[in-house]
Structure formats: C-alpha cells, structure tokens
C-alpha cells in the first residue's frame, strides 16, 4: 500500500505541477495581450474617439453620430469589431491608413471631420495597441448605419480629397524637440497627435486647412469658438497658473477664469477627466511653451472683467413676488435686456452676476465666456445650454438652454431676445460693450460666417472643369496642327 501511494503521490505531484507550470505559462502569455487592449483602450480615450464614434451610450463605437458642416452633413462611421458594418475585416496597416491617411481600405477618403491629419504622428507602438483594443476589447455592433454622409456638390465629388490631402496635409514625422523637457515633449505628442488639440484651436484658411502660421491662436469647433491657448496673457493662456490649467481640463473648471461648455466640455467629459495626471501636466507644461499670438481687439484676459457696479433691480423689476414664467405674467415680446435677464438669468447667476458661494454656478464676472471679444461662446451657452456629465470631483452640470430648438423646460427667446440678454450680459458683466444685433445671433446659429471655399465652391468647380476643358482642347489642337505639318 506504501509503494502504491508514493506512485499515486508521484503521478498526482507531477500532474499538478504541469497544471500548475501551464497556468503561469498561460497567464504569461495573455497578460501582454491584456497590457495591450489595456493600453488601446486608454489611447482611445486620449483620442476622444467614443464621443465622435458614439450616437447612443447603448452602442459605443456604433457611429450614427452627424457633425453638420458648411458643407454638409458628415455621419461618424462603426468602428467596431462588426464584419459586416464595422471594422471587423480591417487588418491592422488598413486600421493605421484609415487613422493616420484617412484613407479606406476601399481607396475612398475620410473627410478632416477624423482628425487624420493629427493622428498622422501617432507611433507604430501605439498603432498596434489601439488596433488590438478595437478589434479585441470592443464589443461588434451588427447594424447598418440609419444615415450617411451628404456633402453638397463638388464636396461629394470622389477626387476632391486627394487634392486638398495633397495641398494642405503636413509632414507626419514627429521629431524629438531637444529644447523642450521629457514631459513637455510628451505633452507635444498628446497635444499634436492623439487630444488633437491644434484640429479645433487653430483657425483654419479659406481653404478649411489648418494655418499653421496661427498654431494654437483660436479657431471653430462644431460653430464654437475654440479660444487662443497660446501662452499670450492677454489673448491666450499665459495668465493661466499650471494648477488652473490643470483642474480645468480635469473638472471642467477653474474659478476665476472660465467653465467648459459645448464641444470642450464634451472632451472633458470622455477624455481629459480619465487622462493619467501625467499627461495632464504634460498637456499643461508644453501649451505654456507655444509662442504667444494676439488678437489685438481683446484689451484684458477675458477672465479680469469684474464690473463692481451695483445693479438696483428694483427699477427693472415687474413681476410678483412669486415671479412665475408663465406668459401670463410675462412679457413675451420685450427686448430689454434687464428684464430679460432678471426673467430668465438672476435666480441662478445673481442679480449682480455673482453665481452661487461655491461657484457650482459660475460668476458672470471674471468668466472667459462673458469677457471675450468673440461673443459666439457667451451666445451658444445661451442658446443651447450645458448638459456635462459629473467629472470624477465634481457633480452634473446643467444650465437650460433659451432657443425654440434646444428649449425643454423654459420659455424660449428669439433671437432679437437673445442678443438684448447676451449685451446686458457683456455691458454689465464683461467689457462694457454692446456688439450683438438679432442678424448676428442668426449667424452664429447657423455656424458662423461661410467659408470662402464653401460658398464658391460650385463656381470654382465649374470654372475648374471648363478650364480642363480648354487646356484639353488647345492641347488636341497643339497635337493636331504638328502631325498635319509632318504629313504634309
């Protein structure tokens, strides 16, 4: 019986052991794997791609999302694992085209709407990883897409992005900046490539490429002013301390200086909150490093206004006591700015714009929005509200928004209502300058001044075609009269 178990003992030992060593070598060998979706997964938030790719929170990556351009309307495509709607069948250099070229593995071309033209610095290392975590750690959404792209013509013309990829897309190659700190250079790559922060921030030519000669210095983002972030203390950041920069693009906000709204407050919602705080500070410590550039119409950083002046409401006031909103004891058609904003703005920011203790509601005094020379921020905030999700600190942001389009819960204003409300706002709060007329509130809606490209874009194209159509022509021509000269 002794022998007899020393063998079982023998054999048993053994079996375990070998169970034992191919469990450590099986975990040896998926934990790489996992690093790697691991790491995919972060960098896509660094790109923000869920809040591009994602219409409904039930379908991450699904697209369906519309970005409404000058030029039309562009639907974000399915970038899941799918085989049959996604990305499922793309191998990893059509994934790395697709990001980086913008081209399809079908040939055809992504339109600037992807950031490609940023994304174009990303390395091979974190290529891979990204490619792995959307083909491994994504979960394949099977449905077709219930809309598509439509640009106008000669936006939707095949061979128009291959021309403008060729005129305005810059050199890809990402270069070590011995000037700049280890961190700062990190902070340049996540600034250039990945957070693609020059994509919005940087004013765009009459040809919508970026002009780099404006690096940083403000641009438009969805009819959003993307402010200056250059290190201008006027105009851009360069009043900003580090730890301000740093809480604002982790919470959303920094008191005394300004709250996120619109598309920014979107990328803090799905990307900067979530960032390691070494990146941040990476992000931060390179965006002081940028040149400064000025718009010489701003006098003071947006954020010094504090008008002192003491508001006595008593002469503006003219509803009860229990000042209802009802039109029955409104005045719907009144265009005086103070009453307006003693209607629809004092309950939350204060008769003298000062905002709730804890500045949960921001002060209007000493806020970006109210004291920039470009009203469009101030205006969209009006029209269309904040709906932020809690940051990791901080609790859900909502303001409701004022426009007959947005409105769910208040009485909406017109657009003559709107300018009146937004320069009482400005006049008593920020510069003490009253620009807005209801004309320019329709602008802003509709997106901002059109593009140069955008409005002559079919005069251009036929111009183009019939210019073809000559130097075809007198080439034929050239052609013709030389062989008729050598047979002759």
């Not at 394949?140 to 403008?164: H, K, R, S, V, Y």
Request: proline share 5%; with cysteine; net charge negative.
């Amino acid at each position: 019986m002794t022998s007899l178990f020393k063998k079982y003992f023998k054999i048993y030992g053994r079996a375990l052991t070998l169970l034992l060593s191919l469990s450590f070598t099986y975990a040896n060998a998926e934990s790489p794997k996992d690093e790697l979706i691991e790491k995919g997964e972060y960098l896509s938030i660094l790109g923000d791609c869920m809040a591009c790719h994602t219409a409904s929170n039930d379908k991450p990556y699904a697209g369906g999302l519309e970005f409404k351009m000058p030029m039309g309307t562009i639907v974000a495509s399915n970038i899941t694992p799918s085989k049959q709607y996604g990305i499922g069948n793309w191998s990893k250099e059509d994934f790395s085209k697709a990001v980086k070229k913008g081209i399809r593995p079908d040939g055809s071309h992504l339109y600037p709407a992807m950031p490609y033209t940023a994304f174009a610095i990303i390395n091979e290392e974190d290529i891979t990883a990204l490619y792995h975590y959307f083909m491994k750690g994504v979960t394949p959404i099977d449905e077709a897409l219930p809309i598509t792209t439509q640009l106008t013509f000669p936006f939707n013309l095949p061979g128009i992005m291959p021309i403008w990829n060729l005129l305005f897309t810059q050199d890809s190659n990402l270069t070590y900046d011995l000037s700049l700190t280890e961190s700062q250079n990190r902070g340049k790559y996540l600034v250039d490539g990945l957070t693609h922060c020059s994509t919005c921030h940087t004013p765009r030519n009459q040809f919508m490429a970026e002009d780099y000669q404006q690096y940083l210095g403000g641009g438009i983002a969805d009819g959003w002013h993307a402010p200056n972030i250059t290190s201008d203390k006027i105009s851009g950041i360069g009043g900003w301390s580090q730890e301000e920069l740093f809480t604002y693009l982790k919470t959303g906000r920094a008191f005394g200086k300004s709250s996120a709204a619109g598309p920014m407050a979107d990328a803090i919602d799905y990307s900067f909150q979530h960032l390691k705080d070494e990146d941040l500070t990476a992000i931060v410590e390179y965006l002081q490093t940028i040149p400064p550039i000025a718009n010489p119409e701003q006098k003071l950083p947006a954020y010094q206004y504090s008008n002192q002046e003491t508001i006595t409401w008593s002469d503006f006031e003219q509803y009860p006591p229990h000042d209802n909103q009802s039109s029955f004891y409104r005045d719907d058609t009144t265009i005086d700015g103070a009453l307006l904003y003693n209607a629809a703005c004092a309950t939350c920011h204060g008769i003298q714009g000062e905002g709730a203790l804890d500045q949960s509601i921001p002060s209007l005094t000493q806020n970006s929005t109210v004291g920039r020379v470009d009203r469009t921020n101030l205006v969209l905030t009006i029209l269309e509200g904040v709906h932020r999700k809690p940051t990791l600190n901080e609790s859900i942001t909502l303001m409701p928004a004022f426009s007959l389009e947005e409105t769910e819960i208040f009485s909406w204003l017109s657009d003559e209502q709107i300018a009146a409300v937004t320069n009482y706002v400005t006049e008593h709060f920020g510069d003490g300058e009253t620009t807005l007329s209801g004309v320019d509130i329709e602008i802003i809606k509709a997106g901002g001044n059109t593009p140069f490209l955008v409005k002559h874009a079919s005069v251009i194209a036929m111009l183009g075609f019939i210019a073809g159509i000559l130097i075809i022509a007198i080439i034929g021509r050239f052609i013709f009269r030389r062989c008729s000269k050598r047979s002759s």
